[in-house]
C-alpha cells in the first residue's frame, strides 16, 4: 500500500515528464480539458480542501489568461464586436480561453510535482545519471538558505555598530552594498573551507560509492511501463495528424478516427494513473483502520 509519492522517484519523474510534455506541445482543446481537469483533481485528492488561495489565484490567472488573447490578438473571421474600433473574434476568444487551460495545468502539474518531488528525489536522479552534477546541484542549493541566515547575521551586526543606515537612498545603498561584499567574502571562504574539508576526507581518491534509498519494485516498473505506453499511442495520434486543431484564420478541427480517440483515452488514463494509485492507498489504509 503506497501513495504515489512514495513510489520511484524516476517512474514519478517520468510519469510527470509524459503528462506536462503532451500538455505543452499539444493544442488539441479535449487534450487541455482533461490535462486541466486531471490537474485539478489530482491536486485535490493529494491536499484535500486546503490551499485555497492557490486555487483562487489560479482561477483568476485563468480568467486574465483568457481575456488577454482576445484583446490583443485581433486575428480571425469570425467577428464577436468591436471594441475600441478593434475587433474581437470568435477565433481569438478560443485560442485565449485554450491556452489559459493548458498554462493553469502545467502550473497545476508543477505544482504537485514539487510537493513529490523533494531535493532528496531529485538528487537520487540525479546522482544516477551524473554523481558530480548531483554535487554541485545539492551544494548550490545548500547555499540558498546559508545566505539568507548569513545576510540577517550581517545586517544585524551592520545595525548594532550603527554602520547600517537607511535614512536616505545613497546610504540604504551603500549599506546594502557593504553587506553583499562582505557575503561574497564570506562564500568564497566557505567554498575553500568546504574544499579542503572533502579533501581531506579523501573525497576523489577511491571508487564512489552511492546511498540508495529508493528500489525500484515491481509496481514502479508498472507504472513506468503504462506511463511510456500511454504516452507513445498519444504521441503517435498528435504526429500522425489526428489531434490537430486549427484555431486561425477559422476554425478547423481534423477528425479523430480511430487512433485520435485511442489518443485521447490514452491521455485520459494517463492523468488519471496517479489518481487511481491514491484513492486505491486512501480506501485500502480505511479499511485497514476500520478492523482495528
Keep these: ?8 522517484p524516476v517512474a514519478a519523474a517520468i510519469w510527470f515528464l509524459c503528462v506536462i510534455g503532451i500538455a505543452m506541445f499539444s493544442s488539441y482543446p479535449p ?51 468591436v471594441m475600441n474600433h478593434n475587433p474581437v473574434t470568435l477565433e481569438a476568444a478560443l485560442y ?38 548531483s554535487l554541485v546541484l545539492s551544494m548550490a542549493l545548500r547555499y540558498v538558505p546559508l ?32 553587506i553583499f561584499s562582505i557575503l561574497v567574502t564570506w562564500a568564497l571562504e566557505n567554498g575553500i573551507i568546504t574544499a579542503d574539508s572533502m579533501e581531506a576526507r579523501g573525497y576523489g581518491t577511491g571508487r564512489r560509492t552511492q546511498l540508495k534509498r529508493f528500489r525500484m519494485r515491481g509496481a514502479d ?7 511510456l505506453v500511454l504516452t507513445a499511442v498519444t504521441s503517435a495520434a498528435i504526429a500522425a495528424g489526428s489531434l490537430s486543431f486549427d ?13 485520435g480517440i485511442s489518443g485521447m483515452i ?5 492523468v488519471l494513473l496517479p489518481i487511481f494509485i491514491e484513492t486505491e492507498a486512501n480506501l485500502r489504509w480505511k479499511y485497514l483502520r476500520s478492523g482495528i
Excluded: C
Design 147 to 178: 545566505f539568507g541566515r548569513q545576510s540577517k547575521k550581517v545586517t544585524d551586526a551592520q545595525r548594532a555598530m550603527g554602520l547600517f543606515s537607511g535614512d536616505n537612498i545613497v546610504d540604504d545603498i551603500k549599506g546594502r552594498s557593504r
Design 96 to 133: 485565449g480561453l485554450n491556452s489559459a487551460a493548458m498554462m493553469i495545468g502545467v502550473l497545476y502539474w508543477l505544482r504537485s510535482f514539487t510537493q513529490i518531488m523533494t531535493s532528496e528525489k531529485l538528487f537520487h536522479i540525479t546522482g544516477a545519471l551524473s554523481p558530480k552534477l
Design 247 to 259: 484555431f486561425y484564420p477559422s476554425i478547423e478541427a481534423a477528425k479523430p478516427g480511430i487512433l
Design 1 to 8: 500500500m503506497r501513495s504515489f509519492s512514495e513510489y520511484e
Design 31 to 81: 487534450l487541455m480539458a482533461i490535462s486541466l481537469a486531471g490537474a485539478v483533481l489530482f491536486f485535490i485528492v493529494r491536499n484535500g480542501r486546503s490551499h485555497g488561495r492557490t486555487h483562487l489565484f489560479f482561477l483568476i490567472l485563468f480568467v486574465i489568461l483568457a481575456l488577454a488573447n482576445p484583446l490583443v490578438s485581433h486575428n480571425g473571421k469570425t467577428v464577436l464586436f
Design 221 to 227: 516498473i508498472l507504472l513506468l511501463t503504462v506511463s
Design 266 to 270: 490514452s491521455y485520459g488514463l494517463l
